[in-house]
Structure formats: structure tokens, C-alpha cells
């Protein structure tokens, strides 16, 4: 027989307090542009919502915001949480599609200025339309993601 190997485990690198801030900026600066682009897709690009609407919908996304990286950092850190792994993958993924939506949103906008359809109803139907979009593909994806293979 053989002796049992002791398994030996290496002390976590020293990582500097500079790294950790350039890292934290990064990842806001990563967010802020994933949010900043659908925020200005379905609030701001010429759709002239009423101050209620831009206010709510500034609201969601300062929320979504602060609590994506939080989300993902407990989820994903050293003390791994199942609940905040969920909740962070989730608004990752829905941030993300609503990222590359508003992205193709644009290509829409420019269909309508071609027709000659004028803002405010321009962005609106792009708004509606990414809106849309979004919520039946995170639909579908919730359903695919619950059916038993």
C-alpha cells in the first residue's frame, strides 16, 4: 500500500491596494458602459418621456448599477453565496441582452430616419421595440433554462 499524500495548500497571493482599486474601476467602468447604452436608448435619445418615466427608469439602472458588481462579487468571492451567484449571473445576463438590443436598436433608429419617421415616435418605437425584444428572449430563456433535458 501506499503512504497518503498530505496535500499541501499555498497562502493566497498578496494582492497590492492599487490592483484592487484598478481592478473595482474597471469592472464600474465595464457596468456603466452596459448600462449607460440602454439607458440612453430607452431614456434619453430623443424619446421626450415625461420627468416620472426618466426619474423610475434612472432609478432601475443606478439600482441595477450598485447591485450588479455587489451581486457578482459575493456570489463569485471568497465566500461564495449561492443566493447572490444567482441573483448576479441573472442581472449580468439580462444586462447584457439588453445591452446588444439597444446596440441593434440603433440600426432600427436608422430604418426609421430613413422612412422619414421624426423623433419623439422615432425613439420611442425603437425603445418599445428593444424593450420588447428583451423581455421575450429573457423569457425564453427562463423557460429554457427550466425545462428537464
Known sequence: MSEPQSVQVEPAPHV???RRYVFLIVVLVITLVLLAVPWWTLLSAGTQWPATVVI?????MVAVFVALP??????????AADWAAVTGDALLGAVWVLF?????GQLLRLVLLAVGVADPAR?????AAVV????????????EARRVP
Open 70 to 79: 455587489v451581486a457578482m462579487m459575493l456570489g463569485h468571492g471568497h465566500r
Open 56 to 60: 423610475a427608469g434612472t432609478g432601475v
Open 100 to 104: 446588444v438590443w439597444s446596440v441593434l
Open 132 to 143: 420588447v425584444v428583451t423581455l421575450v428572449l429573457l423569457a425564453w430563456g427562463f423557460v
Open 123 to 127: 425613439s420611442r418605437i425603437v425603445a
Open 16 to 18: 497590492s491596494p492599487r
